[in-house]
């Protein structure tokens, strides 16, 4: 109810609040509830242990004790079934990993990544070179809620994030790049805190989950610049999935089951061709504004590399469920970022084509997945987790 209180248009996009809040309820979250069961969207593959690279004295390795998935065993496939070689914390004061509640289940599922490519996006820090790393996540079975990750390290992620690589701008920053990449983040951090506060551990004893108003409003509702961040970054990606709507209608979805690979397509297609939401936000996000000018592509690399280097940061994350929705949601902004700023994706619509690097099938899961999960109340499900991951469209 908190959100109805803001109206008009959301500030650097061309969408008003009310228009985001009626397309989202009437389309995009109902279809995106859809599209995140589809065996295609609901697997994600992700390297989760890769070292910090910018503080190797972090509790990682304690915190990766947090990791250990306690999930039934009939739900592992074989070659996970060996003995894990973590030790589980008894009382990890920072973590609520490594409770059945907390875990994070590596379903595996190989036949939803036929379509599997190298990906090479220059947003964002994404080793996916050593397969045998690589992990498979059924997102249904992990959705991003409370964890109990708090506390320093929590806090040093977040203070890098804004004291070194998006900088809140000063009042009457005329840098519109500078402006997007914090709003970014921002509505990121909006997106995850009501998450958080949308699936919270109310009772500890009874493990009762539930939704935490208070913490939803003081940590988000109550900011309004924080809420507009989050419409703002909601309409970053739709902008960047219509403009990828060619690409996305041909693209294949092949998870190795036609039914359901037909379903996912036939939900895209109602989304990125829906006549409602293109009268209602014709242009979400205008991107043809930013890197205008001499400077534009210093600038653009410059902000490549602080988004880079935010994507980097994931690594270091100390709360694996945590570090494994950051991951997915900075890749589905960065896949954003790829399709707005870079090559005209609809200048080469076919998947198919050769020479096509725009962005591969496997991105869509990025894109998409970020969205996923819960609707807290009227907001848009966003971020990207939101739009996204749908996120999270969220
Ligand atoms: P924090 O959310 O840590 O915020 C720190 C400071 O940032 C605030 O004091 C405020 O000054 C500023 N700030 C807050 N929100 C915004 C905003 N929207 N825009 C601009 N500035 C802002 N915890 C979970 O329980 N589940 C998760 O899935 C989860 N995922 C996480 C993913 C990542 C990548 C990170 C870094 C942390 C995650 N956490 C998660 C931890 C969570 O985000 C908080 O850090 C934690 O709950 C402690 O919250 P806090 O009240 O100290 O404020």
Not at 25 to 49: C, D, E, G, N, S
Not at 116 to 145: A, C, F, K, S
Not at 187 to 193: A, N, T
Not at 317 to 337: D, I, P, S
Request: hydrophobic share 30%.
């Amino acid at each position: 109810q908190d959100t109805c209180k803001y109206s008009g248009i959301i500030e650097d996009c061309c969408c008003d609040y009310e228009s985001v809040n009626n397309v989202n309820r009437a389309i995009l979250h109902p279809l995106l509830q859809q599209l995140v069961t589809t065996p295609f969207f609901r697997y994600f593959k992700v390297k989760l242990w890769c070292d910090c690279p910018f503080w190797p004295d972090d509790g990682m390795c304690r915190l990766r004790d947090c990791s250990v998935c306690e999930c039934p065993e009939h739900e592992f496939p074989e070659s996970f079934k060996k003995p894990s070689p973590y030790i589980l914390p008894k009382d990890d004061p920072v973590c609520q990993e490594g409770k059945p509640e907390g875990t994070v289940d590596r379903t595996l599922d190989g036949k939803s990544f036929n379509g599997w490519v190298e990906i090479d996006n220059r947003w964002t820090h994404d080793d996916e070179t050593d397969d045998g790393e690589m992990t498979y996540v059924n997102l249904q079975l992990n959705p991003e809620r409370y964890t109990g990750y708090t506390g320093p390290s929590a806090r040093r992620i977040w203070d890098a994030i804004y004291s070194e690589y998006c900088p809140r701008y000063a009042y009457g920053e005329t840098c519109p790049e500078k402006k997007v990449l914090y709003k970014l983040i921002s509505g990121l951090h909006s997106s995850i805190s009501i998450h958080i506060g949308a699936d919270y551990l109310l009772d500890e004893s009874s493990y009762k989950w539930g939704p935490n108003h208070e913490l939803m409003y003081n940590r988000v509702l109550k900011h309004p610049d924080r809420v507009e961040n989050l419409y703002f970054t909601f309409l970053f990606v739709l902008r960047a999935v219509t403009k990828a709507a060619a690409y996305l209608d041909q693209a294949e979805y092949d998870s190795g089951n036609r039914e359901e690979d037909l379903r996912a397509q036939s939900l895209i297609r109602k989304m990125v061709h829906n006549s409602e939401l293109q009268a209602a936000c014709a242009l979400p996000f205008d991107e043809a504004e930013l890197w205008q000018g001499q400077g534009g592509p210093i600038l653009r690399q410059q902000i490549q590399n602080q988004f880079r280097n935010i994507s980097a940061l994931m690594d270091c994350v100390g709360c694996e469920k945590c570090r494994l929705w950051g991951k997915l949601q900075v890749l589905g902004l960065g896949t954003a970022m790829k399709i707005l700023f870079s090559v005209n994706v609809q200048s080469n619509p076919d998947p198919h084509h050769r020479n096509n690097d725009v962005y591969k099938t496997a991105e869509a899961v990025k894109l998409f997945g970020g969205h996923i999960t819960r609707e807290p109340g009227p907001l848009p499900n966003i971020n990207t987790k939101n739009l996204q991951h749908a996120w999270i469209l969220m």
